[in-house]
């Protein structure tokens, strides 16, 4: 595990990369971002924070995709140096690598995209750390090929994010088997509590979700030993722009957050010396 990562686990809990979907505007990610150092500051749980400047990937097209590349990353950056808070965001085209990676602290792939082998390459030759969500089509088992992508470019500091496997018509499943499987890649593992409950097209133009099974998820990454949590959240989820239904609402975030450090304490003083 390379520096990013163990800075992140170096205080022996889980990380958190969480925020709303996608961009909607700077005001509404600021308080959001604003909300969720606070919390993480007071938990002592290391935080990066996660939100979209474009939502390539919508069901429709006229689904809101997000304020685009540049103005995204104008946004995001504004944030970053006024809370002093990391950052990660996805990018969906090799060219957007480098221009990325001076605001980006981690460059993430999009589990769609997770086998593009130019866009893994393009991210890992920036030198920035990267987390590369587990497609929903993919085995755990085949990781190992993407981890191998980023490596052979020069990656070192490599995340994988799991975030459910497709099951029939718009349904996702997990199966946490896959966490112990990737983590013995020698890689850290984040578990995508939200998106794990997304009903993609679910609503037919767009994506459905049911946000009330999330923190179960979550809960139980946590006790199979996960080294970080992805969460979407959103101050109003039935009115957010982009993932709403499996979005968990802000003011539930402490104590779900609460409870996730309760159960990681409880299950490392198990631990065998």
């Known amino acids: 595990m390379a520096d990013f990562f163990s ?6 809990t889980f990380f958190l990369i969480a925020g709303p979907c996608v961009i909607e505007s700077y005001e509404t990610t600021l308080q ?33 995709r997000g304020p685009g590349f540049i103005n995204g990353l104008e946004i995001l950056d504004k944030i970053k140096k006024k809370l002093d808070i990391q950052i990660i965001s996805d990018i969906h085209l090799p060219d957007q690598a480098e221009e990325a990676a ?5 460059i993430q792939i999009p589990a769609f995209l997770c086998r593009q082998t130019d866009l893994i390459c393009a991210a890992a030759e920036t030198k920035v750390p990267l987390n590369i969500k587990k497609g929903q089509f ?4 085949e990781v190992k090929n993407v981890i191998g992508k980023a490596e052979s470019a020069g ?16 349904n996702l ?15 850290p593992v984040v578990f995508d509590a939200t998106h794990s409950v997304q009903l993609p097209g679910g609503s037919g133009t767009s994506s459905a979700g049911e946000r009330q099974f999330a923190p179960t998820l979550a809960k139980a990454a946590v006790a ?12 109003d989820p039935d009115r957010a722009l982009c993932d709403g239904p499996n979005s968990i609402p802000l003011d539930q975030i402490e104590h ?18």
């Open 155 to 170: 990656s070192t500091d490599i995340s994988i994010t799991e975030r459910g496997t497709s099951f029939g018509y718009n």
């Open 7 to 12: 800075e992140m686990l170096s205080n022996k």
């Open 102 to 106: 001076k605001v980006l602290d981690v």
């Open 224 to 235: 199979a030993g996960v080294d970080g949590i992805f969460i979407e959240t959103h101050p």
């Open 138 to 141: 993919m085995s755990p088992f």
């Open 173 to 187: 499943v997990v199966d946490f088997r896959s966490i112990d499987i990737i983590k013995n890649m020698g890689v």
């Open 32 to 64: 959001t971002a604003e909300y969720l150092k606070k919390i993480t500051d007071r938990l002592d749980i290391p935080f990066i924070f996660k939100s979209s400047f474009d939502k390539a990937n919508r069901t429709s097209m006229k689904s809101f």
């Open 256 to 273: 779900l957050l609460k409870t996730l450090a309760a159960i990681k304490k409880a299950i490392t003083a198990m631990r065998p010396d």
